[in-house]
């Protein structure tokens, strides 16, 4: 088979069997930048409930206290942990304050669905965090293995 048929017909069978466009893997290792916890870019956190009574367990505070000192309500009513007017998570203190409870927001970041739409999307994720697309190689199998939850 000719390099240009074979081309083709490895387009023709990815399109197929729909793989995405990370099929080979995609590159991330930490920086330490803090990007995706500190300042304009990082973002609101959307602990789920079961997060949100991990992270007042690990405190040792009531869900209530934790929800009124840590957390505001969005406008489309769900719960995210508050943002400091710098733009800095409320947990942040020169590191992750809740690290071991975090929610998995944080945990998987930044093989987010949505960072993983498109290779575009991928590519302005990198503009922000410092470690994605440098590093250790996830496979299409660690990759997904994130979007359900493993920590990076
Ligand atoms: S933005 Fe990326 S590189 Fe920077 S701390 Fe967060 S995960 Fe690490
Ligand atoms: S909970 Fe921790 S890891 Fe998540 S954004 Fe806040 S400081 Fe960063």
């Known amino acids: 088979m000719s390099v240009s048929r074979a081309r083709a017909y490895n387009n023709v ?31 609101g956190v959307y602990p789920s409930r079961p997060e949100t009574q991990r ?11 934790l929800r009124s000192r840590y957390m505001v309500r969005e406008l489309d009513g769900a719960p995210s942990l508050r943002i400091r007017a710098n733009g800095d998570c409320i947990f942040w203190d020169e590191g992750c304050t809740i690290y071991p409870v975090r929610p998995r927001q944080c945990r998987t970041f930044p093989f987010w669905p ?13 503009q922000t965090c410092h470690g994605a697309g440098r590093g250790k190689l996830y496979r299409l199998e660690d990759i997904r293995s994130i ?4 920590a990076t």
């Open 13 to 43: 069978t990815r399109e197929m069997i729909d793989l995405p466009f990370y099929d080979r893997g995609l590159r991330f290792e930490c920086q330490q930048c803090h990007n995706c916890c500190r300042g304009a870019q990082a973002g």
């Open 55 to 65: 992270i007042a367990d690990w405190l040792k505070i009531s869900l209530h206290a």
């Open 114 to 126: 949505e960072n993983l739409e498109s290779l575009p999307t991928w590519e302005s994720v990198r």
């Open 147 to 150: 979007l359900h939850g493993r």
